[in-house]
């Protein structure tokens, strides 16, 4: 019998396949309170706080390009990639870093002294340090492996599966962004106008959301939260089958930035609703929460939205005007 490929299964699907083979033996009674499934996994370090630690990979062609990025942007980007997971869960204190390098033998010095200062720099303004890794040789590409370890109060721990019915779809920020950026960046329009210039920027530098994450976990009435780093579909359907329940979402409430919509009318081929949904790496928060103390946890930011509500029915609903909206598949999937 023929093996499935996994460009035929997809990430997900062999998520999956392995959290099945995996999850017995990966939960230790008693010690891991979040395994396999997760922006991070979690357990107990002591009698109120819990260990979170996650991990990232950017591989060279497949998660960025030399010629579009610096040494110093590579490095800080690698590290908030990972500095999101800790946000996804509620906020998470990020404590110390390993890092792992695979690097072909024709990389500068000088190139790897410059990624060490990215990292660094995200380090040190996020309050953690590189506490060691690995550093290996490869033919041709470089890869980026970070491990990211924190710390938090074991009742501030938020997770993709405590949403409820009733509870409302809450998201930060803007959508879409980083993917117009990217588009840029594919077209070799590097040097753009100046609304070009943001949505590359929000590309190569994002912004991990920690500080708000943490001041909603401290509310107590989030109910799950995730990072979207895979594209708001992906991040809605992670929730919706984790917590085993539905939404509706409004698409009307999505926020997409004005240098996004402008863009749109410049590039035809540019889709603010689809790139918002199904772009990915703009490292927002999306969650949800009860809706008795919305007004409550929107002081936080200006920037967060509602745009939806959990159902108990199970399946991921877009409205637009009151009407169903189908949509293809959405959102970033390796392999595939």
Not at 290 to 309: Q, S
Request: with cysteine; aromatic share 6%; proline share 3%.
């Amino acid at each position: 019998m023929t093996s499935k490929r996994l460009d035929n299964v997809g990430e997900y699907g062999l998520l999956k396949r392995l959290e099945k083979k995996l999850v017995s033996r990966s939960l230790p009674k008693g010690r891991v309170i979040v395994g396999i499934g997760d922006d991070a996994f979690a357990a107990i370090l002591s009698k109120n706080k819990v260990l979170v630690v996650t991990k990232d990979m950017l591989v060279e062609d497949i998660h960025f390009r030399r010629r579009w990025i610096k040494p110093e942007d590579l490095g800080y980007k690698s590290m908030v990639v990972n500095l999101s997971d800790l946000a996804a869960m509620g906020g998470a204190k990020p404590l110390y870093a390993l890092v792992g390098l695979g690097l072909p033998g024709d990389i500068s010095v000088d190139f790897v002294d410059k990624l060490y200062i990215g990292l660094n720099k995200a380090c040190s303004k996020y309050g953690c340090m590189i506490a060691g890794g690995d550093t290996v040789s490869t033919k041709k590409d470089i890869v980026i492996s970070i491990t990211l370890i924190g710390e938090m109060d074991k009742d501030k721990l938020v997770t993709r599966s405590g949403a409820r019915p009733g509870d409302l779809v809450c998201v930060s920020g803007n959508f879409g962004d980083s993917a117009a950026g990217l588009h840029l960046l594919e077209e070799g329009r590097i040097k753009a106008d100046s609304c070009g210039k943001k949505l590359i920027q929000k590309h190569l530098l994002p912004v991990p959301r920690l500080e708000l994450a943490k001041k909603l976990s401290e509310t107590g009435h989030v109910t799950s939260m995730i990072d979207s780093s895979d594209g708001l579909a992906a991040s809605l359907k992670f929730i919706t089958e984790k917590s085993c329940v539905g939404a509706e979402i409004d698409i009307e409430k999505i926020p997409v930035s004005k240098e996004l919509l402008e863009l749109s009318f410049k590039d035809r081929v540019v889709n603010p609703l689809r790139l918002a949904l199904g772009g990915g790496e703009d490292y927002e928060l999306v969650f949800t929460a009860n809706p008795k103390v919305i007004n409550n946890i929107k002081r936080f930011a200006e920037d967060i939205a509602c745009i939806g509500v959990i159902t108990k029915k199970k399946g991921l609903n877009y409205m637009s005007n009151g009407r169903a909206v189908k949509f293809g598949t959405l959102g970033y999937q390796a392999f595939i």
